[in-house]
């Protein structure tokens, strides 16, 4: 089904994380990880099933939580699972893009063009992934 008017037909950039993962696990070309799809892994799995159920638990934490917000400490762990969870999955083509995040200076910036362009790299990232996988 197509996404829009113009478009002939649907790509993965048209799907949402979960789908994506959900589709990627139904395939079975990806071994689980040891808890399963649901639960997160132990800290020492580092294999792309554990990798992508990081992001996939933690994006439904974030955005099905009661509370809209999360202690620092709880910050800091997902924070630092995700960006090892993005190295390993794009074999450190996001590491850079960390960085730059995590030097930003979000107080002294235009808000709107800011959100602009961290949707364009969110995009270029996404594009870059799906090159590297097909």
């Known amino acids: 089904m197509p996404s829009s008017p113009n478009k002939s037909a649907t790509t993965s950039k048209d799907f949402d994380t979960t789908l994506m993962i959900c589709i990627l696990r139904n395939l079975s070309f990806i071994p689980p990880p040891s808890s399963g799809w649901d639960t997160l892994p ?39 699972s995700l960006i090892h969870a993005f190295s390993e999955i794009s074999c450190g083509l996001t590491d850079s893009i960390v960085r730059e995040i995590e030097s930003f200076d979000f107080e002294g910036c235009d808000k709107e063009n800011l959100l602009c362009k961290i949707q364009k790299e969110i995009r270029d990232i996404r594009d870059d992934m799906q090159f590297h996988y097909n």
């Open 42 to 80: 132990p800290e020492f799995e580092n294999t792309l099933g554990a990798n992508l159920t990081i992001i996939k638990v933690y994006r439904n934490k974030l955005c099905h939580a009661s509370q809209p917000r999360i202690n620092d400490k709880t910050f800091r762990k997902m924070k630092s």
